[in-house]
């Protein structure tokens, strides 16, 4: 095995063991929220508490994620996640726990989200030959797809045995696990991040970039108009299945996992046919995929809830339809030294429509 795959894949299996306990968590939550509430507005908070910070944060983030190691920036997000649920495990055994409570860890999730993304994604390009970064986007593509499969029932079984402060307890322990191969594992950094100029000089180049790449700047209009029409539909999915559909935890998580089967085959068919030879072109195709299969899913009768798992299906094969053409270009064409940057901007910009159509 080449050096560089012994490196990455050491630090990149742990993270996905971060992400499967994330996962679990996140699914834990929404349920007890769902159960104990049963509001639109409650869920709606949650997702907004989830959101805020990577969108206002995140480019001051990929900043200093460019100025800073990327390997400590990433151990130190992972070990704040992980000490925010081991705070929420020990209110849910004391019986403390409020709603409140929900959304505050949220919210300090998402803070370390929006520092442990761009310094992973940075990462990645340096870590990996360029002849190779699709191969990984796939691959992430692949996992994330079988996540979704596998978590949302497992962590309804999880809850069926377990109280949920010990199915909490599972993302502290992933979270610890993605830590330990960063203590020993470098990561490199890019040979122009000692050269340092202002701060604020340094957080204006992010979006300066972006704005001079009229391209990109055009990709991020329509992904930021996407994401204002499908987080909302998301984000309330409980309530569909619960409400609409007259289903329970179950239901919702076969729908959660037919989205994963969806996404394994669209990352699959992505791998086979490889696109259009404009990227682009793929993209478009699959952001109007997006928007079909949500449509599909919002006209569902409540006595077919078949044509929701279909639905759900038909959105995850669109996902990497979408995601892994953007992801190629933006990795291909960013410089390393401001890819923190960079790609807080665009995940700000893009995920900033995503509260206004929460709120509305």
Not at 179 to 202: C, D, G, Y
Not at 297 to 324: C, D, E, K, R
Request: charged share 10%; aromatic share 12%; with cysteine.
């Amino acid at each position: 095995m080449h050096p560089w795959k012994t490196r990455f894949f050491t630090i990149w299996v742990g993270q996905q063991f971060s992400l499967f306990g994330s996962a679990i968590a996140q699914f834990a939550l929404i349920w007890w929220l769902t159960q104990r509430t049963g509001s639109a507005t409650v869920l709606a908070t949650a997702s907004l508490a989830a959101l805020l910070p990577s969108v206002a944060l995140g480019p001051f983030a990929g900043t200093l994620v460019d100025r800073w190691s990327r390997r400590r920036v990433m151990m130190v997000a992972d070990s704040f996640i992980a000490l925010v649920s081991l705070g929420l495990a020990l209110l849910f055994r004391a019986g403390r726990a409020e709603i409140w409570h929900i959304y505050l860890v949220k919210v300090l999730r998402a803070l370390g989200g929006a520092f442990h993304w761009p310094a992973f994604s940075a990462s990645v390009s340096l870590m990996v030959p360029k002849d190779h970064l699709s191969r990984v986007a796939g691959l992430n593509h692949a996992v994330h797809g079988l996540l979704n499969i596998v978590c949302p029932p497992a962590a309804a079984l999880l809850l069926s045995v377990f109280p949920i402060h010990l199915v909490l307890g599972i993302d502290v322990l992933t979270a610890a696990l993605a830590v330990i191969p960063l203590l020993f594992l470098p990561i490199p950094q890019p040979s122009s991040a000692k050269e340092r100029t202002s701060f604020l000089r340094e957080f204006a180049g992010g979006f300066r970039y972006i704005w001079s790449w009229r391209g990109a700047l055009y990709l991020l209009l329509g992904a930021t108009l996407l994401n204002a029409l499908l987080n909302p539909a998301f984000s309330l999915l409980p309530l569909l299945v619960t409400k609409h559909f007259g289903k329970g935890a179950l239901e919702l998580g076969w729908l959660e996992s037919t989205f994963g089967f969806g996404v394994i085959a669209g990352g699959l068919i992505l791998s086979a046919w490889g696109g259009f030879k404009r990227r682009i072109y793929t993209a478009l195709m699959g952001m109007v995929g997006l928007g079909l299969g949500v449509a599909l899913l919002g006209i569902a009768p409540p006595s077919a809830f078949y044509v929701a798992l279909g639905a759900m299906a038909w959105t995850g094969i669109m996902n990497p339809i979408t995601n892994g053409p953007l992801l190629a270009i933006f990795q291909a064409s960013v410089a390393p030294e401001v890819q923190g940057r960079v790609f807080s901007v665009i995940n700000s910009l893009a995920g900033g429509a995503s509260p206004l159509g929460l709120a509305l």
